[in-house]
């Protein structure tokens, strides 16, 4: 089945640096690459998601890139600020369901 | 707020008891999702209803039984509980059970001792 990878588990960033985030799934048959952002206490929140018809997609500071060759797509966030810390997710689908990632803790100081 | 909201929101229990999670979304969606998040573990994925008809089943313990009476509500029905099974339970729904955004609800901390 479906396998999704995810690194690193945590990162920690100084206030105003960039942040990457990158997945590798297995499967080629997947289209649909969606990150999450879980904070303490809440549901884990869409941030932003990208289809398999283009390979990059941005809002704001944030900005996810699919690589479909090498089957791996990144999240970066710029210009962190401490309320981008958070756990992240990233997932892919497969038969009609999401499969999540591990999850990569973010630790922004200020 | 995502529009799905979950109670109660935090949960202990005995292995003998039995007790039920809700789940309802306000989003108008026709698909809702029960997942299972433990520490340093990826999402799980439990159970899936689409149109109020359970379409998916992952190998979920016989002591988990979901219910879905309509598009709206998703409960989770819980007996004779291992200690294993705390761990923190969301529900989600998505505008059908198709590879669609899905938004999740804040979870129910499910303690058992």
């Known amino acids: 089945g479906e396998n999704v990878e995810q690194h690193p588990s945590t990162l920690s960033v100084q206030e105003g640096d960039s942040a990457v985030i990158k997945c590798t799934y297995s499967d080629s048959a997947s289209n649909y690459f969606p990150w999450y952002k879980q904070e303490l206490g809440k549901g884990p929140q869409l941030i932003i998601d990208?289809?398999?018809?283009?390979g990059e997609k941005k809002d704001q500071r944030i900005a996810v890139t699919l690589n479909k060759t090498a089957k791996h797509f990144s999240l970066h966030i710029t210009e962190t600020q401490p309320e981008d810390s958070a756990v992240y997710f990233c997932a892919t689908d497969n038969t009609d369901k999401l499969i999540f990632g591990t999850g990569t803790r973010l630790q922004v100081f200020p | 707020e995502t529009g799905v909201t979950q109670t109660p929101r935090h949960l202990v229990m005995g292995m003998t008891n039995k007790k039920s999670l809700k789940c309802e979304q306000h989003?108008?969606?026709?698909?809702m999702y029960w997942y299972k998040q433990s520490a340093k573990k990826p999402l799980e994925l439990m159970f899936v209803y689409n149109f109020k008809e359970q379409t998916e089943n992952n190998s979920v313990p016989s002591r988990f039984s979901p219910e879905c009476p309509n598009s709206s509500h998703l409960f989770l029905h819980l007996h004779t509980l291992q200690p294993e099974d705390s761990a923190l339970y969301l529900c989600?729904?998505?505008?059908?059970?198709?590879?669609?955004?899905?938004?999740f609800g804040p979870g129910t901390r499910l303690l058992v001792l």
């Open positions: 990208i289809r398999s018809n283009v």
């Open positions: 989003l108008g969606h026709n698909a």
């Open positions: 989600a729904s998505s505008q059908d059970g198709r590879r669609e955004t899905q938004y």
